[in-house]
């Protein structure tokens, strides 16, 4: 099956660099990159087309504020692939990650990851290159200090097969948090679309990044599952610019959710 999985930037080439190189150990190799930028950043543009042995596409738009969505509708009208892998500029996954998301992929469902969240030091000798962030996947007993960090979700980088035996029991003997989280999510071609993509009328706020996809992909009829400790990834540390996401917008969604309007007013088809 044919993947693109979907990257969201911002101008970071340096933790562009740390993905794509990630996503040339892949297991599995079937996939194209399609980096949807939200800007036009010209060191952006530097590296992308500098990259060599992946299938690599790059949509741009003008940098007036932040318009995620719609860049990650361009990320999905530049698109070739059957099944659809999105993640964030700043995480970085595991070099089983786009096999995960195909072994659990499913027709009518919607696969719902987490994230490790990296320490400012291990962050800083990654981007450094004292440090693979591989020999963390592949020994993650070694940074058992991580567990110790507040909000580092440490028991989120734990991998299990999807193909072994241990996984489905644990899924079986603990309920699992199925919320979208917009960092590691993916979904059928044809599921995106039935939607419209990404709601734009969101302005800058983080409702259209997962807390609207979310319901907006139940309504529809499709099961929102977890891939948790599968599919996992890490998050790298940067300081945060918080998102408002004011009343006005937030009571569209209730109304949408209340409404069942569960196609986007302003998606793809905008484009």
Same mark, same amino acid.
């Given at each position: 099956?044919?993947?693109?999985?979907?990257v969201?930037? #911002?101008?970071?080439?340096?933790?562009?660099?740390?993905?794509?190189?990630?996503?040339?150990? =892949?297991?599995?190799?079937? /996939?194209?990159?399609?980096?949807?930028?939200?800007g036009?950043?010209?060191?952006?543009?530097?590296?992308?087309?500098s990259i060599?042995?992946?299938?690599?596409?790059?949509?741009? =738009?003008?940098?007036?504020?932040?318009?995620?969505?719609?860049? =990650?509708?361009?990320?999905?009208? *530049?698109?070739?692939?059957?099944?659809l892998?999105?993640?964030?500029?700043?995480?970085?996954? #595991?070099?089983?990650?786009?096999?995960?998301?195909? *072994?659990?992929?499913?027709?009518?469902?919607?696969?719902?990851?987490?994230?490790?969240n990296?320490s400012? *030091?291990l962050?800083?000798k990654?981007?450094k290159s004292?440090?693979?962030?591989?020999?963390?996947?592949?020994?993650? #007993?070694?940074?058992?200090?991580?567990? /110790?960090?507040?909000?580092?979700?440490?028991?989120?980088?734990? #991998?299990?097969?999807?193909?072994?035996?241990?996984?489905?029991?644990?899924?079986?003997?603990?309920?699992?948090?199925?919320?979208?989280?917009?960092c590691n999510?993916?979904?059928?071609?044809?599921?995106?679309?039935?939607?419209?993509?990404?709601?734009?009328?969101?302005?800058?706020?983080?409702?259209s990044d997962?807390?609207?996809?979310?319901?907006?992909f139940?309504?529809?009829?499709?099961?929102v599952?977890?891939?948790?400790?599968?599919?996992n990834?890490?998050?790298?540390?940067?300081?945060?610019?918080?998102?408002?996401?004011?009343?006005f917008?937030?009571?569209?969604?209730?109304?949408?959710?209340?409404?069942?309007?569960f196609? *986007?007013?302003?998606g793809?088809?905008?484009?």
């Amino acid at each position: 099956m044919k993947v693109s999985i979907i990257v969201a930037v #911002y101008k970071d080439a340096g933790s562009l660099a740390l993905i794509i190189d990630a996503l040339k150990r =892949q297991t599995y190799k079937s /996939f194209e990159v399609v980096i949807a930028e939200d800007g036009e950043n010209s060191d952006m543009r530097d590296f992308v087309t500098s990259i060599k042995g992946l299938d690599v596409k790059h949509t741009t =738009q003008e940098d007036i504020g932040i318009r995620k969505a719609r860049s =990650q509708n361009n990320g999905i009208i *530049a698109s070739s692939g059957e099944y659809l892998i999105f993640i964030d500029g700043d995480c970085v996954p #595991y070099t089983t990650f786009i096999e995960a998301h195909v *072994a659990l992929a499913e027709k009518g469902s919607v696969l719902s990851g987490r994230r490790v969240n990296l320490s400012e *030091a291990l962050t800083k000798k990654i981007k450094k290159s004292h440090l693979d962030v591989v020999d963390i996947e592949k020994r993650l #007993y070694k940074y058992i200090g991580l567990a /110790f960090e507040k909000n580092s979700k440490y028991e989120y980088g734990v #991998y299990f097969s999807p193909n072994g035996w241990l996984y489905p029991l644990l899924a079986k003997l603990r309920k699992r948090n199925t919320s979208l989280l917009g960092c590691n999510f993916s979904c059928f071609r044809d599921d995106m679309i039935l939607i419209n993509g990404f709601d734009e009328g969101y302005g800058e706020t983080s409702l259209s990044d997962d807390t609207d996809l979310d319901w907006r992909f139940r309504a529809c009829g499709l099961t929102v599952k977890s891939c948790k400790n599968i599919a996992n990834m890490f998050h790298l540390w940067h300081t945060y610019n918080e998102r408002d996401i004011g009343s006005f917008y937030w009571n569209k969604m209730v109304e949408n959710k209340v409404e069942k309007r569960f196609i *986007a007013e302003k998606g793809l088809l905008s484009h």
